[in-house]
C-alpha cells in the first residue's frame, strides 16, 4: 500500500512559478511510475506530466511542454512538479499518482487507469 501527500499549491500571479511535491510513504516508491494530473472546475481530470521508476521515460501533455518539468527522488519518495510561466488555464487541482507502469510509451503514462494510488489534491491558482 503507498499513500501519496501532496503540497505545494497555492494562488501565484500569472507568469509566475510554483513547486509541487508529493510525498510517498512506503518502501515502493521507487518501483512505481508517477504521475501528475490536473482537473478545473467543470471539467475532466487531464494528464499533466509523468516519470518512470528510474526517470528514464518523461512525458508532458503538450500545453505544459517547456513550461513544466517533472522529477523524482527516489531516495526522498519524492516525486515534484516544477512549474514555470504560470497562466491562468493552469488553474486547477493537482493530483499526484503511482502506478506499475514499466514500458516505453506515452500511452501507458497518460491513462488514469494505469495508476493505482492517487493522493488528495492540491489547488493551484493563476490570477491574471
Known amino acids: 500500500q503507498v499513500q501519496l501527500v501532496e503540497s505545494g499549491g497555492g494562488l501565484v500571479q500569472a507568469g509566475g512559478s510554483l513547486r509541487l511535491s508529493c510525498e510517498a510513504s512506503?518502501?515502493?516508491?521507487?518501483?512505481?511510475?508517477m504521475g501528475w494530473f490536473r482537473q478545473a472546475p467543470g471539467k475532466e481530470r487531464e494528464f499533466v506530466a509523468a516519470?518512470?521508476?528510474?526517470?528514464?521515460?518523461?512525458y508532458y501533455r503538450d500545453s505544459v511542454k517547456g513550461r513544466f518539468t517533472i522529477s523524482r527522488d527516489n531516495a526522498k519518495n519524492t516525486v515534484y512538479l516544477q512549474m514555470n510561466s504560470l497562466k491562468p488555464e493552469d488553474t486547477a487541482v493537482y493530483y499526484c499518482?503511482?502506478?506499475?507502469?514499466?514500458?516505453?510509451?506515452?500511452?501507458?503514462?497518460?491513462?488514469?487507469?494505469?495508476?493505482?494510488?492517487w493522493g488528495q489534491g492540491t489547488q493551484v491558482t493563476v490570477s491574471s
Open positions: 512506503g518502501r515502493t516508491f521507487s518501483t512505481y511510475a
Open positions: 516519470i518512470s521508476w528510474n526517470s528514464g521515460y518523461i
Open positions: 499518482a503511482g502506478g506499475s507502469i514499466y514500458y516505453s510509451g506515452s500511452y501507458y503514462y497518460r491513462g488514469e487507469s494505469s495508476y493505482n494510488y
